[in-house]
């Protein structure tokens, strides 16, 4: 028998023609992957705030709005099969695709304190990030860009083996699937980057899947959470936030001089989970003299820069970057997933809705009415 599993298939997608545009469900096709790829029929995806920057392109971001496009990055699937040169994978396997790679032997993956593969880099670009071209065409043969060379709404698609971790088939695959960027990120951003140590005090802006994800499990003994939106209080509590702070009722009182109060001088570390210039400056101006440090995680959503007092950087302050929290994924991710089946790590509280693929729309009002933290979005029904 011909081998099948070399030829395009067709399948389900959610393909978003223009810039904020209503997901349409279209019948497309998935090319064979070429060497170096595996191409993955996805379980189940979630839905990321990323997703919405490229799905409502903003002119000031400095992105060009590039549709018709397959969007998502954060999946759960099975391994349907592999192209030339790849190694360690075959059929059936259980794995998370993510936006970021890793070779294990380039100089940036072997160094400790670097998750930037530069074997084969990251890109916002679209396209395979070894050819540049797409694996995505509609019925009528036209191209559909992707997103980080994942593009997890789609009942199949094509990754690189850079990107593809396996992960232990005894893992929740909703689980398994907000590892792959939110999670996984907010968590990273804790444990590896910051490196928050047991009894400190930590300062959240933004109770999202990120924000919320990672202070608990590190020991903090107070987790500052700091959100406009009301229900964000009882729902911190879950997940370890021991005060919380609505700018909104504070009066003449600032966030900052709030935060300084609450933790007798400032917060050990802070994290902006947002995206707004404005409130990584206030985060930076909350942490403590002499060691504080101030993790960015949100992507400013205006395109704006940053403005920090040049003045607080002599007493000891610090500001880091963060892509993906700093993990690894192929060496971190497997050890956050076994962290879950132990308990130490709780997630399945983040996970505030499931939905199957035709309803994808409704996942994105959701995320945008601040009425979701995480939905899962089933491919095919299932039971789990």
């Known amino acids: 028998m011909e081998d099948q599993s070399l030829k395009p298939i067709r399948c389900k ?15 497309i096709f998935v090319d064979a992957p070429k060497a170096y790829e595996i191409r993955i029929k996805i379980i189940c995806t979630s839905l990321c705030h ?9 002119e000031e971001f400095g992105i060009p709005p590039l549709f018709p496009r397959i969007l998502g990055h954060e999946a759960y699937g099975v391994v349907e099969s592999v192209g030339e040169r790849v190694e360690g994978y075959a059929a059936g396997d259980t794995v998370v695709p993510t936006f970021l790679g890793q070779c294990e032997s380039c100089s940036s993956c072997a160094s400790e304190g670097n998750n930037m593969c530069s074997a084969v880099p990251f890109a916002l670009g679209p396209g395979m990030r070894r050819d540049g071209t797409t694996r995505f065409r509609d019925t009528h043969g036209a191209p ?11 009942q199949y698609t ?3 083996v850079n990107q593809v971790v396996k992960v232990d088939a005894s893992v929740p695959p909703k689980l398994a699937c907000i590892l792959g960027c939110g999670a996984g990120t907010g968590v990273g951003a804790a444990w590896k980057l910051a490196k928050v140590e047991p009894a400190s005090s930590v300062a959240v802006f933004g109770l999202g899947a990120v924000g919320l994800s990672g202070a608990k499990m590190c020991g903090a003994s107070k987790i500052i959470g700091v959100d ?5 209080r009882e729902l911190g509590k879950i997940f370890g936030v021991t005060d919380f702070i609505n700018p909104s009722e504070l009066g003449e009182s600032s966030v900052v001089e709030v935060i300084i109060k609450m933790t007798g001088g400032g917060a050990d570390y802070c994290f902006e989970c947002i995206g707004l210039a404005s409130v990584m400056t206030d985060a930076f101006r909350s942490c403590k003299q002499g060691k504080g440090k101030t993790v960015i995680l949100g992507v400013e959503q205006d395109g704006k820069p940053i403005c920090l007092p040049a003045f607080e ?9 963060s892509l993906f929290g700093g993990i690894k994924p192929k060496t971190d991710i497997p050890i956050l997933a076994e962290k879950c089946m132990n308990k130490e790590l709780e997630l399945e509280k983040l996970i505030t809705h ?7 729309n409704t996942a994105f009002d959701l995320l945008v009415q601040g009425k979701s933290l995480r939905c899962i979005i089933w491919m095919e029904k299932l039971v789990v």
């Open 354 to 360: 499931e939905l199957d693929l035709q309803d994808i």
């Open 144 to 154: 559909l860009h992707d997103l980080m060379a994942v593009s997890s709404f789609s």
């Open 50 to 58: 990323t997703d919405l920057t490229f799905w409502r392109v903003k």
């Open 158 to 160: 094509v990754v690189d």
């Open 313 to 321: 950087f002599l007493f000891g302050k610090c500001v880091m970057g």
């Open 13 to 27: 997608a959610a393909v978003c023609r223009a810039n904020g545009a209503p997901l349409v469900i279209e019948d």
């Open 228 to 232: 406009l939106n009301p229900d964000k």
